[in-house]
């Protein structure tokens, strides 16, 4: 009896023991096959990334071509002054004189208008009498506070009242020269706003001036031109011509330019301004003709010519071009100046040889000496 319980309780342990190996065979079965799946993507991952890494940007190359060009641009311009404004009194009254006309040449000095002064000249007899009173109630107030007649502080009174008649004098002798106006600078008066006899107010315009002293020309360039204005101002000679003033040309330099496009046309409003002696009949707001040309001495030149895709001017002050070399197969940033554009193309003066490959699109990806693969060839 007592071998038989021991038997059976063999048994039941053996049978405990399977069970609990049968219950962690699975997960270590699992967890093998896990390991083994994630040791064998791990090195697909890594070739992915890599491959990445090294996979080469691809860009359009373009050939430069040496050719002689003489072609030039002529765009329409606008005469301008170096300042237009419009002036006016900074009192009110009634309009005594006007002594300009529309077209007059005037100098800096001379009388535009003026304004009746009898209100302004009794103002400053009242405001001068108050002054000569409280000047001598203050020497009065002084020899007595010396004399230790008076107290002080009738002295100190005389004095605050002195400077204040002093004040309102100076102020009453300011608003009488102020019905004059006098030209600040030598000038055309482009029109007048008002007629003698008329009552002003203070701030109306009197007086359209014009500022002759140097004329300008306004013109509005397209944007490839603008791009190359912009980076290489001296790869133009520009000279205007006037079809109100024939026989008379200008040469012309740059002033200004304008960085906020035309939103309808894409243009940029430029500039210049006419050197040497003007023209006696040129005036403000004819009509000019500017011609664009590339410099005389490089005009006749072979010159290099690449499209205008090719010219970087994004990232530095200087335009430049991106050289692809063929053997192998890197590019490099080369420093250019610039010609006018013809047609899709522009002109190359200094930096580039003919026959030589340029990226000409796709260089805002680019690094100095980076390998690159190449369209277009």
């Given at each position: 009896?007592?071998?038989?319980w021991?038997?059976?309780a ?14 962690v ?15 064998a993507?791990?090195p ?19 050939r ?13 311009g ?9 002036i ?6 009634q ?34 009498a108050?002054?000569?009173?409280a ?5 009065r ?10 107290a002080?502080?009738?002295f ?18 300011r ?7 006098i ?7 482009a029109?007048?706003?008002i ?18 002293s ?9 944007e ?5 204005a912009?980076?290489?101002p ?5 000279v ?5 003033v024939?026989?008379y ?5 740059l ?13 940029y ?34 010159s290099?010519?690449?499209p ?26 080369r ?25 000409s699109?796709?260089?805002?990806r ?12």
């Amino acid at each position: 009896m007592k071998q038989s319980w021991k038997r059976i309780a063999s048994v039941t342990v053996i049978a405990a023991a399977a069970l609990l190996v049968l219950s962690v065979f699975p997960a270590l079965r699992t967890d093998v096959r896990a390991q083994t799946t994630t040791d064998a993507t791990k090195p697909a991952a890594e070739t992915s990334e890599g491959a990445e890494h090294d996979r080469k940007v691809t860009v359009e190359v373009t050939r430069a071509t040496s050719r002689t060009v003489t072609r030039g641009r002529t765009v329409a311009g606008r005469v301008a002054p170096a300042r237009t404004v419009d002036i006016a009194f900074q009192v009110s009254g009634q309009v005594l004189r006007l002594e300009v006309d529309p077209g007059d040449k005037i100098s800096e000095g001379d009388l535009i208008a003026e304004l009746d002064p009898v209100d302004f000249e009794l103002a400053v007899d009242r405001a001068r009498a108050a002054f000569d009173l409280a000047k001598s109630e203050l020497e009065r107030a002084k020899s007595l506070a010396e004399r230790g007649v008076a107290a002080e502080a009738r002295f100190e009174t005389a004095s605050a009242e002195y400077a204040q008649a002093e004040v309102a004098l100076r102020e009453a002798e300011r608003r009488l020269s102020q019905t004059q106006i006098i030209a600040p600078f030598d000038a055309i008066v482009a029109r007048t706003f008002i007629e003698e006899y008329v009552n002003v107010t203070s701030a109306a315009p009197v007086a359209r001036l014009q500022d002759v002293s140097e004329m300008r020309i306004m013109i509005s360039l397209p944007e490839e031109l603008a791009a190359v204005a912009r980076s290489a101002p001296d790869a133009f000679d520009l000279v205007a011509s006037f079809p109100a003033v024939p026989g008379y040309t200008a040469p012309l330099m740059l002033r200004s330019f304008a960085t906020d496009a035309d939103r309808t046309a894409q243009t940029y409003d430029v500039e210049f301004a006419i050197r040497g002696d003007v023209d006696s009949r040129l005036l403000p707001g004819m009509t000019a003709r500017v011609r664009l040309s590339n410099a005389a001495a490089e005009a006749s030149a072979q010159s290099a010519m690449v499209p205008v895709s090719a010219i970087d001017t994004s990232s530095r002050t200087e335009p430049s071009v991106w050289i692809y070399d063929e053997e192998s197969g890197q590019v490099t940033r080369r420093t250019v100046r610039l010609g006018l554009p013809v047609d899709n193309e522009i002109v190359v003066l200094e930096g580039l040889q003919g026959d030589e490959l340029v990226v000409s699109g796709g260089w805002w990806r680019l690094r100095d000496n980076q390998t690159v693969t190449v369209a277009g060839l």
